[in-house]
């Protein structure tokens, strides 16, 4: 009896390709933010999904390597920016690893939210502030689920960042 084709080995898919599979999921851009011990901390963010709506719960995977990681997970409170169009330096910006930690947000426009005092992009089209309720191990990621304490449109007119295939675009 004929089973059909046994599976790859392990470790057979060849990463590069696999990037540039899943690099045709077309995905927002958002900036991920805390505030510890008096410091801000900002990481740039495309694994991000709503979860659940009862309780109301949101997701974002950070790297367990990047220096944001362990902040964010001891922080226990954070806010996401959902990035526009115009959001496209800040993007690249707080995806550059190693930058420098002085003056983190210097130069960017913020707001500080009301329930995690976490930084808010002011041109955000939609802002969310979170609690952490779980981390999940993820790979070389963690995925860390919040619970969704408020929410806001700082740019409710503007159009989105979006990242496909290894590039920035907007909707057209």
């Given amino acids: 009896m004929d089973a059909g084709p046994l599976p790859p080995p392990e470790g057979a898919v060849d990463r590069d390709e696999f990037r540039r599979v899943v690099g045709r999921f077309a995905t927002g851009i958002t900036i991920v933010s805390t505030r510890a011990d008096g410091v801000d901390h ?38 996401v920016s959902v990035l526009g169009e115009g959001g496209r330096d800040a993007s690249q910006w707080f995806a550059i690893r190693g930058r420098p930690l002085d003056g983190r947000l210097s130069g960017w426009n913020t707001v500080r ?10 041109d955000a089209l939609a802002a969310l502030e979170c609690r952490t309720h779980a981390v999940h191990d993820g790979g070389d990621h963690s995925i860390v689920v919040g619970e969704v304490l408020g929410v806001s449109r700082p740019d409710p007119a503007g159009r989105p960042l979006v990242y496909y295939e290894g590039r920035y675009r907007g909707l057209t």
């Fill in 113 to 122: 939210g009301a329930h995690t005092g976490a930084a808010i992009f002011s």
């Fill in 42 to 79: 900002a990481m740039t963010v495309s694994a991000f999904t709503s979860l659940s709506l009862d309780p109301v719960l949101v997701l974002f995977c950070a790297e367990k390597v990047a220096r944001f990681h362990d902040v964010v997970v001891s922080a226990g409170e954070w806010a």
